[in-house]
């Protein structure tokens, strides 16, 4: 079954909406089944549960890793609105995740957040990562015509600086 990446990532910037509405960062994270079925929604919760580790994409990974084994998180896709940064492509290489789908890229989230101290954002896309592995995780992203959808979430968030 094809999976439909633009609904999955619309959804994505759904949840990163209620991350924000919450009081985290506004990022959002799925995990779907080869079926196309959602199995688990994550918003950043770093802010409100004070963890460093509070990403989307690795609280969902932890979720993940404690409901599904191995073998089945291989045939999954973990899908997010901005590409993972080095801790969560980590998690998703360790958690076994077969593909990451993305909505923009390390470089475009920069330019949102620029020097701002809650996201010191790593110049490392997630594919060097994943090169550098064992295992061969597909990867697609990012994704242009999603990118004001997107953007507009992190609005008046970050304090960019100069």
Not at 63 to 82: G, I, N, Q, R, V
Not at 102 to 131: H, W
């Amino acid at each position: 079954m094809e999976l439909n990446h633009v609904v999955f990532l619309k959804r994505c910037v759904e949840v990163s909406r209620l991350a924000r509405e919450s009081g985290n960062t506004p990022f959002g994270a799925l995990l779907v089944d080869k079926e196309g079925n959602i199995l688990l929604e994550q918003g950043n919760v770093e802010i409100t549960e004070h963890r460093c580790t509070g990403h989307a994409e690795t609280a969902l990974m932890e979720k993940a890793s404690h409901t599904y084994d191995p073998a089945f998180l291989w045939e999954c896709t973990l899908y997010t609105t901005a590409e993972p940064c080095a801790m969560c492509a980590g998690a998703m290489y360790w958690g076994n995740i077969g593909r990451v789908v993305y909505g923009i890229s390390e470089k475009e989230l920069l330019v949102l957040t620029g020097n701002d101290p809650q996201n010191p954002t790593f110049d490392m896309p997630c594919r060097e990562i994943f090169a550098r592995g064992q295992k061969e995780i597909e990867v697609i992203g990012p994704f242009p015509e999603l990118a004001n959808e997107i953007v507009a979430v992190h609005e008046g968030y970050w304090s960019p600086g100069e």
